[in-house]
């Protein structure tokens, strides 16, 4: 017995991701959902050090102990930790945070790909800092034009989308 083995074609790597006609103001998320999503990403950096003061004052500390423990430090370091990892290593990475994947957000450069890196690195550093030292003027920015752009979206060339209706026609 012989088994025929026919050939498979060769996939040559895919080019640069191209998408035709991005209209942001087409896919733009909602504020409401942004919103949203930034509530989230906000008691997931809670959830930790609330949970470290709760289970301090569990074991029997109070006043100054409960505050500048121990516990209460490291609960606080790791809800830095996971702030951060958050809302600027997961954003670089996939574009999206932990809020904006409930929610279905994605951000996208204004073309509709993927930003670049240091793009994103810097959109999440450096463009956030600026959006809170406005109080989030910069973010409420995103309520009140069509395309639902932020001060710091505006700054590094960036839009937050639907990540699900990105590639769907519009009829």
Known sequence: MSSKVEPRPVQRPRKAELVVDFRPERVSAPFILRCGALLVDYILFLIVPVAALLLGRYIGNDGSRLVSGGLSETGWMVGILIGLSNNVLLPVFTGQSVGKMLTGLKIVDIR???????????????GSSLTILSCGLGFFLAAFNRSGRSLQDYLFGTVVIFADRR???SK
């Open 112 to 126: 509709g790909t993927q930003p670049r890196y240091l793009k994103m690195a810097l959109r999440q550093t450096l």
């Open 167 to 169: 590639y769907k026609e």
